[in-house]
């Protein structure tokens, strides 16, 4: 145990000293320092600035986009051949793999999830390179029969866009980026990406070994700042052709606005508020820490958590109880720590709005089974907490917390289409989830249910399938064949002869 502890240690000195050098913007294949004043890095888990990054804007996008702009037009990636483009898809893959446990560390120490969970985390995005890659040498059009008077061939291609905006969240930086990132430069686009000032550390390692993989210069470029400043002005520049954003509905929303003046392609993956149906029939043994920490996990930092939970009366007090025993027995703490199961929230002011939450769940008439308070101390923690006797009308159902609330209602009989009403009365749809061991009852629910995703007795992630949400979850779809097509434009050829 100590030998093991020593080495854990070892790891996060390893990190820290890594963070220290991740202070600068990458544009064009240099790494590039900027005057004035930087933007500190917290732990959330203690609070304490562990480094600082560079405050870009307007004048470093622009630079960055320029330098995308001349990368997709330079022959070195135009006419690069696609088995050339999949080999340095793959060899980052291979990079990331080597350097796993560091890049979780650093994932750990600059978000506050538990270094088991950043440590799968950097796993899924290895795999969604790889998956991405598989795409480069199969991504083409169709030959379409002709029907116009004289002799005709007709046929499609896929075409990259050209210079795509990555603005990635801060609740799983690194997994989403490196999926993003693959699968704009799978479809032969070029990137700026843009990191959460909350949580950008780890892109800016990506950004490291991007250049150890050896990608042409001005292919991949990275800059650092606030929302407000660098993120405004990549969305507003007329050189980037497509964005993609995962973040929060209202900023979506914004990005949409700002996107009409020229007509940019754009994908967004925003906010959830997914049901969670626990049927009588349920296999209680996975369904108890399957709903757990499908809000619990991250501490219900994921777009897709399970917030919304219906349990069927038969089964209502026995999953309960043991829902509420799950939920008490999760160990808070920093993710550096062996056995930590939730981390903290990654602010101050996000830990003031989920508490804000949970005082308007009690002001509202929900009764609180357990948790819904801070632990004292250092760190923006906030117990895993569970409402019963929640309503349709409340604050606590109706808007997405991002954090570890979970609102509890109860059914009594399996009317499948009453059921499906109330699963489905919200602004949101990204992902919904069922338990139940009725194949009749999976399939029926998966099809009424208005969700981008549905997962029976379960979670996860699959890359080989579409991501995305209905209604305000957001447009368009990650992950796939789909979320590759998403950084192209369809082009018809016609050729008379």
Known sequence: MAEADSARAQLFERAKARIAGLNRHFIGGQWIAQDGEPIAVINPADEQIIGQIAAGAAQEVDLAVRAARAAFDRPDWQAMPAARREQLLLRLADLIEADADEIAAIETLDNGMPFAHARGAVGGAVSAIRYHAGWVRRLGGETVPMSVPGNWHGYTTRDPLGVAALIVPWNAPFAITCSKLSAALAAGCTVVLKPAELAPLTGLRLAQLVEEAGFPAGTV?????????????????????????TGSTATGQG????????????????????????FADADLEKAVPGVAMGIFGNSGQVCAAGSRLFVADAIFDRFMTALADFAAKLRLGPGWQEGVAMGPLISQRQRERVLGYVEAGKREGASLLTGGSAPAGQGYFVEPTIFVGARADMTIVREEIFGPVLSVMRFSDEDFETLARSANDSVYGLSAYVWTRDLATAHSMAKKLRAGSVKVNGAGMEFALPFGGFRQSGLGREHGRMGVEAFTETKAVMIGY
């Open 221 to 245: 470029n990275v800059v650092t700042g606030l929302g407000t400043q660098a993120g405004a002005a990549l969305v507003a520049h007329p050189g980037v052709d497509k964005i993609s954003f």
């Open 255 to 278: 990005i949409l606005r700002e996107s009409i003046a020229d007509l940019k392609r754009v994908s967004l993956e925003l906010g959830g508020k997914s049901a969670v149906l626990v």
